[in-house]
């Protein structure tokens, strides 16, 4: 690409962003779905101006890792822990009913084979975590019970999501599944998940030592873009998705994140809380909106044959299978229906995962275009419906689940 | 690229640029060489962890348009026009004096054929811009008397380069030079230059309102993004460097920038500095050494081959002359000799257009892997050399040219 094709279309991505969030916001829309409508417009879609190109998805993907740490900096992990059961619970039926079903579907009603079935089974699973926390945080619930519930439950969802696509690749290209192997990816990620953020925390001395005495410019943004990166890469090496490392890279320099080692490192760490907060917000709302408008850009519908009658039936089942089986996971949270269906409503949008998964089916012939068709239309269901539902049900949650 | 990779990488360019800044800075020189310095250490030359890879290369862009950008807001226009004639001397000398030398060291002594010969003149011609404001930034001689000179006479110099580059890329290829065309570029580069920051100006109420009533996060950043890109783009469609262009954002949007329209316009202005000033620092202080370090992965050492004595003697002359006729460019400025050494030693420094044109040389056959090599030598030595060497003769500069 051309230096001034890419500085063109980088406008294009952070102006029609900014322009279609605030027209979504001003209709008292969550502006996450402006960012990811500017991209179907900009995209191929409507106008193909921008295509899912190498650069721009290297920038969405440091706009996710940004989103997450933000998320991990605002998260109480003690309150997290608390509704730790029932995070557990919805994840795991959030995990279950929509993988059966979406099995089932493919595989008995319409006659798909069995890798392929599996596959569309791993797509409808995992929750879009950033799509998510966008939308509370859009509809200010970032801090209710509810929130902290779907937060754990998305993050525990992302995993298993992870660990799934990684069984069933092995098993469609090899044939067999290594228990060892899946035994030893969930050990991993368990222990990087408890003692990344530990170990990050332990660095926040030397940070702010190292930005009261640097002689050079940028020091705080330059040492916590790469905490967020390596821990990122840490995260890739031990098998779990890169998001996970910033996201415990935001819980370890999160205000209310405490050690038993005590005072000694809260006395830093207030004192250059505010100093990350401003140098950070910046760069954070650059960012992140390119990874919603990249969601858009790769949400193509020209794939969908609008004139086949299979097509509708396919994606019209599955779309419906994969909104009840979400719905269903928020059965576990205590609270009134408002609080169950809130909760199982905002595990609805599957959004990059969902994507990975087809475009790993796709590229392995394991999914032809017209399956693959009906799985960017359930993603994009999902992740445009779910925000608009959302808002409705949340609008008067009852105080047991709204705190 | 794999995202892992990616986010590799992008953290090695980051890390090493701090560590080699802030070594640098302990040791009293100019941080700027330590980013340069990390960018040989982990490129080609050294380790060859980086490849000059198109993504980085992007990034790299965004780092010198912002440089710029900060450049621009730091600019006393005025100041600027009070030394014009200084700086226009200064710019010409420094762009006939060089150009003649050169072409006439390779066509005369080291009997190249016309065409690379004209090439290796345009090569010594564009002082780099970036290493310049950066190394005066990094001694804090950035409101001296000699920086407006050389700022204003770097960026008359980068006009100059440019349209050579076009002039006699045109007579390389097509044979002949179009009089019309090159008096068009000029034109429009000028009224680009005087039209821009007016105009930019005038968004500035619009942006303070914007970022007052909008209902989104980081309007601010956005905004002044985009303008930079937008500049950037159409700047480049005129036929002048982008950096012109992120620079006239900066001018545009500089305290000290007054418009005849008066107090309406400032009113506002004042409100948003501070807002502007504080969303960009982050950002420009995480991408300018990206920019530096990727001048560093481009400076491979390893095209030189140093046995070779016909190398050592054609780029030990070029190189002095290289250096000697930049010195000369300072003759012009009123004070002692350190001033006009000053001046002379801060446009020695060739960087990215001297690299441009070599690779532009390289690619249309023009030059030869050993002409390359010279001239890859010929940056490098002006590029590392000079800050040391403007270091030491700033010292102690006479008040005349020091205020």
Redesign the interface.
């Known amino acids: 690409?051309e230096?001034?094709e890419?500085?063109?279309k980088?406008?294009a991505i952070?102006?029609s962003?900014?322009l279609f969030?605030?027209v979504f916001?001003?209709l008292r829309m969550p502006?996450v779905l402006g960012e990811v409508t500017a991209g179907i417009v900009i995209g191929p879609s409507l106008f193909g101006f921008i295509q899912p190109d190498?650069?721009f998805?290297?920038l969405a993907?440091?706009g996710i890792?940004l989103l997450l740490f933000e998320v991990g900096l605002e998260t109480d992990v003690g309150r997290i822990i608390k509704v730790g059961v029932q995070s557990t619970l919805v994840a795991l039926t959030g995990v279950v009913v929509p993988a059966v079903s979406g099995f089932y579907i493919a595989y008995s009603w319409f006659d798909l084979p069995l890798i392929p079935s599996l596959f569309i089974g791993g797509t409808v699973v995992a929750t879009s975590i950033g799509i998510t926390v966008r939308v509370l945080a859009d509809l200010k619930k970032q801090n209710t019970v509810i929130s902290q519930i779907v937060l754990g439950a998305a993050v525990l969802d992302d995993i298993i999501g992870v660990v799934i696509l990684a069984v069933l690749y092995d098993y469609a290209v090899k044939g067999a599944v290594s228990i060892a192997d899946t035994v030893r990816i969930v050990v991993f990620i368990s222990v990087f998940l408890l003692v990344a953020p530990v170990i990050a925390k332990l660095f926040v001395p030397t940070m702010a030592k190292l930005s009261e005495t640097?002689?050079?410019?940028?020091?705080?943004?330059?040492?916590i873009?790469?905490m967020i990166?390596?821990l990122?890469?840490i995260s890739?090496?031990v098998g779990a998705p890169?998001i996970l490392g910033s996201f415990a890279a935001g819980i370890a320099l999160a205000r209310r994140f405490f050690l038993p080692l005590g005072s000694a490192i809260e006395h830093y760490s207030h004192d250059i809380a505010k100093k990350i907060e401003?140098?950070?917000?910046?760069?954070?709302?650059?960012f992140v909106?390119v990874f919603f408008v990249m969601v858009g850009v790769s949400l193509n519908f020209r794939v969908i044959d609008a004139t086949s009658g299979a097509f509708w039936w396919f994606a019209g089942t599955l779309t419906v299978a994969a909104i009840l089986s979400k719905l269903a996971s928020g059965v576990w949270v205590t609270g009134g229906w408002n609080c169950k269906l809130s909760t199982g409503m905002a595990m609805v949008p599957r959004g990059e995962v969902g994507l990975i998964f087809a475009e790993v089916g796709r590229r392995n012939g394991i999914f032809d275009d017209s399956v693959y068709a009906v799985v960017v239309f359930v993603v994009a269901v999902t992740t445009l419906l779910a925000p608009l539902a959302l808002k409705s049900l949340m609008k008067d949650l009852p105080e047991e689940c709204s705190i």
């Open positions: 690409m230096v001034s890419f500085f063109v980088l406008l952070i102006l962003a900014k969030a605030e916001a001003r502006s190498a650069t998805h290297l993907e440091i890792l640097s002689r050079t410019k940028g020091m705080i943004p330059t040492l873009i790469s990166l390596g990122a890469v890739h090496k890169e401003d140098s950070m917000t910046p760069i954070i709302d650059l909106p």
